[in-house]
């Protein structure tokens, strides 16, 4: 990150302010408290799962739950199986089965398509937030959607490799070529940093990224959107879509694709925004 860089940001139905993105009614930093404590307005604060895309597992988020524990939310940031739509959601539903009390869910990326799916049939979900990730209607897939509007780097970088399926044909994982990790996934931050990204990156299987939605949770849930205005695997246009046509509140940043990592104040104020929403 480069902490001495202070881009431009636009925010659509909220203020960023303090550097920090922060929309109009968020709740400011508290000390730090554990699952099941009571907010600054006398209730219990919902824990907050964050759920990673492909390319990435859910250190990058490391910043933001640091954020956010620090105002006194219970976090949780599971790992992503990242091998089929239907799989992945079910297992991100099976971890919300295990949380007593309000959830925000919260999704980068790939991660998007996974929530959607998963928060249907949770009452205890009070809020989506879309962190630069896919908002899908029933039938869309994470690559269409990407390639649905110009601007996605994503596809001329992938590099295709098989992987073993039991009984079956193998599947195909795909990775961001090494050399093309930094301009595709994550410019704004410093060379060192990218060059670990990389050499640790979680594949995405094609099936996953490829893989129809099913019907989207954001028809009755509602949804925030922070849209990293340089993303070069999500087209800034694509995410605009995808907010509107959820009813998305919606604030923008001048960022690359892994908003939560450059930006990890911009992207917990969002999280911060909708709890205070939706308390």
Do not use: C
């Not at 795909?174 to 990204?197: H, N, Q, S, W």
């Not at 960022?255 to 308390?279: L, Q």
Request: glycine residues 12%.
């Amino acid at each position: 990150m480069n902490p001495g860089h202070h881009p431009r940001r636009r925010v659509l139905g909220g203020v960023l302010a303090a550097g920090a993105a922060t929309l109009v009614g968020a709740p400011t930093l508290a000390s730090a408290a554990s699952p099941g404590t009571a907010g600054s307005g006398g209730g219990t604060k919902p824990t907050v799962v964050l759920v990673h895309g492909a390319f990435a597992d859910a250190s990058g988020f490391n910043a933001t739950i640091g954020l956010l524990q620090q105002s006194g939310f219970p976090v949780i940031a599971p790992a992503n199986p990242l091998r089929d739509t239907a799989g992945d959601a079910a297992y991100i539903s099976s971890v919300l089965d295990t949380i007593t009390g309000p959830v925000i869910l919260a999704a980068h990326s790939y991660g998007g398509i996974v929530i959607t799916n998963a928060a249907r049939g949770h009452a205890g979900v009070k809020a989506l937030v879309y962190l630069g990730a896919f908002a899908p209607d029933e039938g869309e897939s994470a690559l269409q959607l990407a390639q649905q509007f110009p601007g996605s780097e994503l596809g001329a970088a992938l590099i295709p490799r098989p992987y073993p399926l039991p009984g079956s044909a193998p599947g195909t994982d795909g990775y961001i070529a090494p050399e093309k990790f930094r301009a595709v996934f994550a410019a704004d931050l410093p060379t060192a940093e990218t060059r670990l990204m990389a050499a640790t990156q979680r594949p995405g299987s094609v099936e996953g990224l490829s893989g129809p939605s099913g019907a989207p949770a954001w028809r009755t849930i509602p949804s925030w959107y922070l849209i990293p205005t340089q993303d070069k695997v999500i087209p800034p246009a694509a995410q605009r879509f995808m907010a509107k046509r959820a009813g998305s509140k919606v604030a923008e940043i001048r960022s690359s694709h892994v908003v939560m990592i450059s930006h990890p104040k911009a992207a917990a104020g969002v999280i911060k925004a909708a709890y205070a929403a939706t308390r």
